[in-house]
């Protein structure tokens, strides 16, 4: 028996198959245009249904008023932190005004006594625009020596 309709795509022209296949997804748009009240209100009772779980069942009311507590909360905590902080660095620092401590200059006195040299040396050696300087075998410095 032959079927009905004859159904050749390679027999049809391009303009044919095409024009079937926008004719096609032309109906396919309709349809779901017709069935969108249907689909709507479907929708409309399992969102509707899940919003009543959700909000009376699961206790989402609850929910909805704990949340902003517990932003409250976390709020006055990290003030709570950062007022503990400043007052904290007040503390440590009040009499300061910089909060790193410079070290008191090197004296020549120090700095002689580092290398073992005379005190009048170093004062020379820092008075002198440019010094030429050697080291001995035990790492004093030797002025004059390069």
């Known amino acids: 028996m032959k079927p009905p309709i004859i159904e050749n795509p390679r027999g049809a022209t391009r303009l044919q198959r095409y024009s079937q296949g926008v004719l096609t997804g032309m109906f396919w748009v309709l349809l779901g245009m017709l069935l969108r009240p249907l689909l709507t209100l479907g929708a409309w009772l399992v969102g509707g249904h899940l919003a009543f779980l959700a909000m009376f069942r699961f206790d989402g009311v609850g929910s909805l008023f704990r949340v902003p507590f517990v ?22 620092f009040r009499n300061n005004e910089r909060r790193t401590r410079q070290p008191d200059p090197v004296t020549p006195a120090q700095l002689a006594a580092f290398f073992g040299v005379d005190e009048a040396l170093v004062r020379r050696w820092q008075e002198s625009r440019r010094i030429l300087m050697g080291h001995d075998e035990h790492g004093r410095p030797r002025p004059g020596e390069g």
Do not use: E, F, T
């Open 71 to 92: 932003y409250v909360v976390v709020v006055a905590v990290i003030g709570m932190v950062l007022i503990g902080w400043s007052a904290y660095n007040l503390l440590r």
